[in-house]
């Protein structure tokens, strides 16, 4: 939960004092929904030069449909969000350049079968391990 927290103080999430306390608080949070402009940010950040990549986590049509819930993300966006920040800032932990751990998180990757990083953390919490576990196996030198 601390590479989240930190994640989040990265990319400028608001989070309350309690989230900040407590575990349980932090997923309470998380299940109330970040602003839309969590994902602006954190899109922003993945993908610079691609302005469409926010779709992936809300569709235009969903944007569309819920503008009267003033500008939140469901549960579920907002846990793939928080799930994508993570992995971010691992990535910029072991690669050390924005430029570099974008590379590594859009590129297809032989471990993952060939699989780009990026769309495995989409995925499921499940695919975000397995990006997790690679990264872990990059920090302390392992051949992958």
């Known amino acids: 939960m601390l590479d989240l927290r930190q994640a989040m103080d990265l990319l400028g999430f608001p989070l309350s004092d309690e989230a900040r306390a407590s575990d349980v608080a932090l997923l309470e949070f998380i299940e109330r929904g970040f602003l839309r402009e969590t994902l602006e940010r954190l899109s922003g950040a993945l993908a610079p030069e691609d302005p469409s990549f926010k779709y992936r986590i809300l569709p235009k049509s969903s944007r569309a449909r819920r503008s009267g819930d ?7 966006e907002s846990f ?13 932990r072991i690669w050390k350049s924005e430029r570099d751990a974008r590379v590594f998180l859009f590129r297809a990757h032989p471990v993952l079968s060939g699989r780009r990083p990026i769309d495995l953390i989409l995925q499921s919490e499940f695919g975000a391990e397995l990006v997790c576990s690679l990264l872990g196996r990059l920090e302390v030198g392992s051949a992958v």
């Open 70 to 76: 003033r500008g939140r993300l469901s549960s579920s």
């Open 80 to 92: 793939t969000v928080a799930r994508l920040a993570s992995v971010w800032l691992r990535s910029l």
